[in-house]
């Protein structure tokens, strides 16, 4: 009995597809956005500029495709769950497939021509955005939405 109350509570503690794209969508609309301002306006980095908000579109775009293929990984693990250091390899790899589609390849359309689009600045626009997603998942959207983990990941 305890074992099936056990996996009960693991399945609906789990974040589904749904909940991981409502707070991916809900965490970089907040913020990612407040966090690209700075870069934006030309305070952090080379002038101002909407580059930033185009990757985080991108981020968020592509993500929603990439949440699907991490929740099948997710339902093939024995615990269900999804793991903080998988959270960090999956923004790696979403980095380096954003940089690559804008930087690299080209197949992502940029406001700015893409040599004037540096690797520094890069890393320190997404690793700041990913670092306060990161935080905002761990730490406020249990404080905002005490169910939330309860319900998939759903906050709406």
């Given at each position: 009995m305890v074992n099936c109350e056990l996996r009960l509570a693991n399945y609906f503690m789990t974040p589904t597809l749904i909940g991981r794209w409502?707070?991916?969508?809900?965490?970089?609309?907040?913020a990612g956005v407040?966090?690209?301002?700075?870069?934006?306006?030309g305070w952090i980095g080379p002038g101002?500029?909407?580059i930033y908000f185009v990757i985080l579109l991108y981020v968020a775009l592509f993500g929603l495709g990439w949440d699907?293929?991490?929740?099948?990984?997710?339902?093939?693990?024995w615990d269900r769950d999804w793991p903080a250091v998988y959270q960090v390899f999956a923004g790696i790899w979403?980095?380096?497939?954003?940089?690559?589609?804008?930087?690299?390849?080209?197949?992502?359309?940029?406001?700015?021509?893409?040599e004037n689009l540096?690797?520094?600045?890069?890393?320190?626009h997404?690793?700041?955005v990913w670092l306060a997603v990161f935080i905002s998942s761990?730490?406020?959207m249990r404080i905002i939405f005490p169910f939330w983990r309860f319900r998939g990941g759903k906050w709406l």
């Open positions: 409502q707070t991916r969508i809900l965490l970089l609309a907040t407040l966090v690209s301002l700075p870069f934006a306006m101002s500029s909407s699907a293929v991490y929740n099948q990984i997710q339902k093939s693990r979403e980095m380096l497939f954003v940089w690559c589609g804008v930087k690299l390849l080209g197949f992502l359309p940029i406001p700015i021509p893409k540096f690797w520094g600045v890069f890393f320190q997404y690793l700041t761990q730490v406020i």
